[in-house]
């Protein structure tokens, strides 16, 4: 990902008379055979925006420990985002944190006797130095609430989703006869609602009834979805949810879905974790309860879920990019922020058979 955006802003520099000279500054964090690391940036960043896109989701990533190899949790990437922001010194003008998926972004509320590590995490940043944070499609954007007077972004992809969708499946019919929206729980009704609203189309909408009288990997198990709705029957449908984690919700919803006589079923969720594989979405593509499942590039994804032949990546480099030029330069980011007329013109282009760039 940081290629790709470096590769646009080295673009635009040249476009605009410059040089074309990288923006990316090197920085490791090194480790002793213990575990133990430190942040270092191996060049001066004095008096520089800085903007630090860090992926607390990298799992990809191991070090050595004691003879073993550890893959990296998202507790280890915050610690070590926290150590480049030390190694800076105080130096650089503004610092910028772009974190894709907001680290323990679904632990942003007490339920009971528990910690709140998402705000928690916001103040600590805050309190070294950070004066924005960027995220995208916040589990619950009102944690921002924890750092009022610093600067918090959530930012919604949108556009790019429904871009990909045309250009992937170009006999899509945009029509409410054709085509309705479904949210998979309550907790996704907003980003749905701004679907349907945007697209003309009717929405429907499932609750998760759980069994709250016992806990399973650290959630209540899911017995049944219920749907709320209009008929889905001969209908394409899009369903649209931040965080594909196990898939096991996901999928019980579409088998629901096709039990009702949907036709095709494209899944919008803007992070792919796969957590437990890809075997259960393979089998369900290849039995026809799925057609395809389009997340961003935004966390590591594994390599099996780059190959599967429902997967259909939506590069958000370029929008990573444009925010980053126009934060630099002191511009505003609302018309980023608001794609509803890029997406009319999409939506006028598809119908010419026109598929924007």
């Known amino acids: 990902m940081i290629g790709k955006v470096d590769a646009y802003l080295r ?8 040089t074309g000279q990288t923006t990316v500054v090197h920085a490791s964090c090194p480790r002793f055979t213990t575990g133990e690391a430190k942040g270092v940036i191996t060049q001066s960043i004095r008096g520089y925006d800085l903007y630090i896109l860090c992926d607390p989701f990298h799992y990809g ?25 030390m190694a800076t010194n105080g130096k650089a003008r503004r610092i910028t944190v772009i974190m894709p998926m907001l680290y323990e972004g679904r632990q942003h509320r007490r339920l009971a006797r528990e910690s709140l590590d ?3 995490a916001l103040q600590e940043l ?8 960027i995220t995208f499609d916040a589990h619950d954007p009102r944690v921002q609430n924890a750092i009022p007077l610093k600067g918090f972004e959530n930012v919604q992809p949108t556009y790019q989703m429904i871009r990909e969708l045309v250009r992937q499946v170009p006999d899509l019919v945009i029509d409410p006869k054709e085509l309705v929206m479904v949210s998979p729980d309550e907790g996704a009704m907003p980003r749905c609602i701004y679907y349907a609203s945007v697209l003309g189309l ?3 909408m499932f609750y ?30 899009i369903v649209a949810d931040d965080i594909i984690s196990t898939g096991e919700s996901m999928l ?9 006589g949907a036709r095709r079923i494209f899944i919008f969720t803007t992070f792919g974790l796969f957590t437990n594989g890809v075997k259960e979405f393979d089998e369900a593509h290849k039995n026809g309860t799925i057609e395809r499942v389009f997340t961003t590039n935004l966390i590591y994804r594994h390599p099996d879920v780059l190959a599967s032949p429902w997967y259909s990546e939506v590069n958000m480099a370029k929008y990573v990019a444009y925010i980053i030029n126009n934060l630099n330069c002191d511009h505003s980011i609302s018309h980023l922020l608001d794609p509803v007329q890029r997406i009319k013109k999409l939506l006028d282009d598809q119908q010419r058979g026109v598929y924007a760039k």
Not at 11 to 18: K, L, R, T
Not at 217 to 233: A, D, Y
Request: one cysteine or more.
């Open 11 to 18: 673009q635009w520099d040249i476009e605009s008379g410059g």
């Open 61 to 85: 990533v191991t070090y050595k420990m004691y003879g073993l190899t550890v893959p990296m949790g998202p507790d280890d990437h915050y610690q070590d985002l926290k150590r480049v922001i």
């Open 118 to 120: 998402c705000a928690v």
């Open 126 to 133: 805050t309190g070294m130095g950070v004066e924005n944070l």
């Open 202 to 204: 009717d929405l429907g």
């Open 208 to 237: 998760k009834r759980r069994d709250y009288t016992r806990l399973e990997n650290g959630r209540h198990p899911i017995i049944s979805h219920e749907f709320l709705g209009e008929s889905v029957e001969g209908k394409d449908v």
């Open 252 to 260: 019980s919803l579409s088998e629901e879905l096709k039990r009702r």
